[in-house]
C-alpha cells in the first residue's frame, strides 16, 4: 500500500489543488515521454477508444477538462473533425505544452469552478484528471451543469485491476514506476503521488454511483487493459442534483437555486516566460467559488462565444 506520505504536501498558503497544480507545472516538459514509456504505449489505446466513444455521440461542442499536454483533446479533434474542442487545465505549463502541439482553443480554468454558462457543451471529456481534484463530486456537478441535458461524459482514470493481475501491478505501481520516472522527469514524488491516489480512487460500481449522483443517468464502467484503466460514460439528465455554480457544496445545496450576484469582467493581454501571448480574463462575483481566473492561450471566436454567453448560473 502507499505511504500517504506521497500525497503532495500543501505549501503554508495552498490547498490540494495548488500542491497538485505546482507538481504536474514541474514535469510538464517531459510529461509525455513519462507517460509513453511507462505505460507501454497503452496511452494511445487508451486516447482512441475513447475518441472512438465520442464520435459515436456526435457531438457539436467537446470540452477536454484537465487536457493537460493536449494529447486526448488531439484525438478527440481528429475523431470528430467537424466538432468543436476546447481543451481546458489549471496548471499553465501543461497547456503551454499542448499550445507547442498547434492546439487552438485552450483555456486555464479550475474544474471546479468552470468559467462557463449552464447546458454549453455537448460533450466532457476527463482523463486522468478527475482523481486529482479536491472533491471529485464538485467536479462531477461542475462537469454536470456546463453540459446540455442529454449530453455526454467520458471519463478515463487508472484503477487497479482484479487478481491475478493485482499484486503485480501494485508492485510496479509503488516500486518500479517512481524509480523510472525519476530518470525521466527527475521528479519521483509525481509518481510516487499517482500510485497514492490510484488506490484511494473510487472504481466500478462506486464510481458508476457517484456519477449518478452528480446529475447523471445510465453510468456504465468498462475496464481497459486488464482494469488497469477504467473507461466511465454517462448522460446527463435533469438538473436534479446539480450543483450550481456559486451554491454551496453542502448536500443541502444540491439541486437548490442559487442567489444571483453581480459579475464584473476584466480582460488584459501579456506575455508568459516563453514569449507565449495571451490573454487574462477574470470574472469576478460575491461567492469566493467564482473568481475564476481563464487564461486563454489563443483568442478564438469560440472563446467569445463561450464567455459572452453569460456567467454561469449564481455569479
Not at 482523481?131 to 471519463?155: C, F, K, T
Given at each position: 500500500m502507499?505511504?500517504s506520505?506521497?500525497?503532495?504536501?500543501?505549501?503554508?498558503?495552498?490547498?490540494?489543488?495548488?500542491?497538485?497544480r505546482?507538481?504536474?507545472?514541474?514535469?510538464a516538459?517531459?510529461?509525455?515521454?513519462?507517460?509513453?514509456?511507462?505505460?507501454?504505449?497503452?496511452?494511445?489505446?487508451?486516447?482512441?477508444?475513447?475518441?472512438?466513444?465520442?464520435?459515436?455521440w456526435?457531438?457539436?461542442?467537446i470540452?477536454?477538462?484537465?487536457?493537460?499536454?493536449?494529447?486526448?483533446a488531439?484525438a478527440?479533434?481528429k475523431?470528430?473533425?467537424?466538432?468543436?474542442?476546447l481543451?481546458?487545465?489549471?496548471?499553465?505549463?501543461?497547456?503551454?505544452?499542448a499550445?507547442?502541439?498547434?492546439?487552438?482553443?485552450?483555456?486555464?480554468?479550475?474544474?471546479?469552478?468552470?468559467?462557463?454558462?449552464?447546458?454549453?457543451?455537448?460533450?466532457?471529456?476527463?482523463?486522468f484528471?478527475?482523481?486529482n481534484?479536491?472533491?471529485?463530486?464538485?467536479?462531477?456537478?461542475?462537469?454536470?451543469?456546463?453540459?446540455?441535458?442529454?449530453?455526454?461524459?467520458?471519463?478515463?482514470?487508472?484503477?487497479?485491476?482484479?487478481?491475478?493481475?493485482?499484486?503485480l501491478?501494485?508492485?510496479?505501481?509503488?516500486?518500479?514506476?517512481?524509480?523510472?520516472?525519476?530518470?525521466?522527469?527527475?521528479?519521483?514524488?509525481?509518481y510516487?503521488?499517482?500510485?497514492?491516489?490510484?488506490e484511494?480512487?473510487?472504481a466500478g460500481a462506486?464510481?458508476?454511483?457517484?456519477?449518478?449522483a452528480?446529475?447523471?443517468?445510465?453510468?456504465?464502467?468498462?475496464?481497459?487493459?486488464?482494469?488497469?484503466?477504467?473507461?466511465?460514460t454517462?448522460?446527463?439528465?435533469?438538473d436534479?442534483?446539480?450543483?450550481?455554480?456559486?451554491?454551496?457544496?453542502?448536500?443541502?445545496?444540491?439541486?437548490r437555486?442559487?442567489?444571483?450576484?453581480?459579475?464584473?469582467a476584466?480582460?488584459?493581454?501579456?506575455?508568459n516566460?516563453?514569449?507565449?501571448?495571451h490573454?487574462?480574463?477574470?470574472?469576478?462575483?460575491?461567492?469566493?467559488?467564482?473568481?475564476?481566473?481563464?487564461?486563454?492561450?489563443?483568442?478564438t471566436?469560440?472563446h467569445?462565444?463561450?464567455?459572452?454567453?453569460?456567467?454561469?448560473?449564481g455569479?
Amino acid at each position: 500500500m502507499p505511504d500517504s506520505s506521497a500525497i503532495p504536501s500543501p505549501g503554508p498558503a495552498e490547498g490540494k489543488g495548488a500542491a497538485v497544480r505546482r507538481l504536474f507545472g514541474s514535469i510538464a516538459r517531459r510529461y509525455d515521454l513519462a507517460n509513453h514509456l511507462l505505460s507501454g504505449g497503452l496511452d494511445f489505446f487508451w486516447r482512441r477508444r475513447a475518441a472512438k466513444i465520442v464520435r459515436s455521440w456526435k457531438p457539436a461542442r467537446i470540452l477536454d477538462l484537465a487536457t493537460g499536454s493536449g494529447d486526448l483533446a488531439l484525438a478527440l479533434a481528429k475523431a470528430c473533425p467537424d466538432a468543436e474542442v476546447l481543451g481546458a487545465d489549471f496548471c499553465l505549463p501543461m497547456l503551454l505544452a499542448a499550445r507547442r502541439k498547434g492546439i487552438a482553443n485552450l483555456v486555464q480554468a479550475d474544474g471546479m469552478a468552470l468559467p462557463f454558462s449552464d447546458a454549453v457543451f455537448d460533450t466532457v471529456t476527463i482523463a486522468f484528471g478527475l482523481r486529482n481534484m479536491e472533491s471529485w463530486q464538485r467536479g462531477l456537478s461542475e462537469i454536470a451543469r456546463v453540459l446540455r441535458p442529454g449530453g455526454h461524459v467520458l471519463v478515463l482514470d487508472f484503477s487497479i485491476p482484479r487478481a491475478p493481475f493485482r499484486g503485480l501491478y501494485r508492485f510496479y505501481l509503488h516500486r518500479v514506476l517512481p524509480l523510472f520516472a525519476r530518470l525521466l522527469t527527475g521528479d519521483r514524488g509525481a509518481y510516487e503521488y499517482l500510485g497514492a491516489s490510484i488506490e484511494k480512487f473510487p472504481a466500478g460500481a462506486e464510481m458508476n454511483t457517484m456519477i449518478e449522483a452528480a446529475g447523471f443517468a445510465d453510468a456504465n464502467c468498462e475496464p481497459l487493459t486488464g482494469g488497469i484503466v477504467s473507461l466511465y460514460t454517462a448522460t446527463r439528465s435533469t438538473d436534479a442534483g446539480v450543483i450550481k455554480c456559486g451554491a454551496e457544496t453542502s448536500p443541502t445545496s444540491v439541486g437548490r437555486e442559487p442567489t444571483p450576484t453581480e459579475t464584473s469582467a476584466k480582460c488584459s493581454v501579456g506575455k508568459n516566460g516563453d514569449g507565449d501571448v495571451h490573454e487574462t480574463h477574470e470574472r469576478q462575483g460575491r461567492n469566493a467559488l467564482c473568481f475564476v481566473p481563464l487564461v486563454c492561450l489563443v483568442d478564438t471566436p469560440f472563446h467569445r462565444r463561450a464567455i459572452s454567453q453569460g456567467p454561469p448560473t449564481g455569479l
